[in-house]
């Protein structure tokens, strides 16, 4: 039943009309628990009470799959936007962005020219920007446009999902950058031929990569909710003397706040991931294709009203 609803809602989230539907409307169903909001300023207020409990932030303005130029330099100056708006504004936060909002189906030369738009405005703010990964097929073209830019810019990484077979053999790869990686289980529907169907060899594919991440120096984010993947890294980062200043944890905005809080608390970095902006319908499907409770409290919204 749970794999059902998995699949039903991942495939809800490629619905281009639900998408244009759901932009028109502004945040409906419980989406606002997940989303900070629609626009910057409440995006920024969020981050800074976030800041004041001792959470760090990276901040997404919500949106994918562009398919024309104008849209997509158009998102980049909503990154650029957010940008100016932390550097005024003092928040304690990144950048977060995903290739297909800068124009990666359009041509390369597109989502180039944006990203280095938004990679300039981040240097001079002083903002690390990280490239979300999204479904299979743009992976390897999203890990290559990640290593032209990474060649010129310090202030950029990437995100690899341990679902994919391909995965040990990318954090090898990209070992010779030294790159700032968040790490996580993976969150699209993809075939049994590219990616591990069974979570027991997700997870187990999780912690291979988190060691190895670490163990070659480099800055490793581990990018879940899930305790046991949690304790394992906590355990491991003692067992092999490696410094706090060396990862940190990242979890969603509206899941296991109370985590976080706590993880703060424990003395660990803990990066929260604000996404904000019109365009919520895809995120938020995808949360609920993670976790059924969250559906149940979409139901319970849906009703009250
Ligand atoms: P999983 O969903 O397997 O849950 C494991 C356990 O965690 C549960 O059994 C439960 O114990 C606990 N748990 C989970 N949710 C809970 C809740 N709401 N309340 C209480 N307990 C809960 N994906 C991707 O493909 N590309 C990307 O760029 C990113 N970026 C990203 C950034 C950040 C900051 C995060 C946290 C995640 C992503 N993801 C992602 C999503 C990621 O791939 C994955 O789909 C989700 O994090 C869900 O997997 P978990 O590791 O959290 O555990």
Request: charged share 30%.
């Amino acid at each position: 039943m749970e794999q059902l609803l998995r699949s039903f809602f991942l495939f809800l989230s490629k619905n281009k009309a639900l998408t244009k539907a759901a932009k028109r409307y502004g945040l409906r169903f419980g989406a606002a628990r997940f989303v900070a909001g629609e626009t910057i300023e409440l995006a920024a207020a969020v981050i800074k009470e976030l800041n004041k409990k001792g959470l760090d932030v990276t901040i997404d303005y919500l949106g994918e799959f562009v398919d024309n130029e104008a849209e997509a330099n158009e998102m980049a100056d909503h990154s650029i936007k957010a940008i100016e708006a932390i550097g005024r504004e003092n928040l304690q936060s990144q950048l977060s962005l995903k290739m297909t909002s800068m124009g990666l189906d359009i041509s390369n030369e597109v989502v180039l020219r944006n990203m280095r738009r938004i990679l300039e405005a981040a240097k001079t703010h002083n903002v690390f920007v990280t490239i979300d990964m999204e479904d299979y097929s743009r992976c390897g073209k999203t890990i290559e446009i990640f290593k032209s830019l990474k060649k010129e810019y310090d202030n950029v990484g990437t995100v690899i999902q341990a679902y994919l077979y391909r995965t040990i053999k990318d954090i090898d790869d990209l070992n010779q950058f030294h790159p700032n990686l968040r790490l996580v289980k993976g969150a699209y529907k993809e075939s049994p031929r590219v990616a591990f169907p069974e979570k027991k060899d997700v997870d187990g594919n999780f912690k291979k990569i988190i060691k190895m991440h670490l163990v070659n120096g480099n800055y490793t984010a581990i990018a879940t909710h899930d305790d046991a993947i949690i304790e394992f890294t906590k355990r491991f980062v003692k067992e092999n003397n490696i410094p706090n200043g060396q990862f940190e944890f990242q979890m969603l905005y509206g899941i296991r706040p109370e985590r976080q809080l706590e993880l703060v608390k424990e003395g660990y970095k803990m990066r929260v991931y604000v996404p904000y902006g019109t365009d919520w319908y895809g995120y938020f499907m995808r949360r609920l294709a993670e976790r059924p409770a969250n559906v149940a409290f979409v139901l319970k919204g849906m009703v009250k009203k």
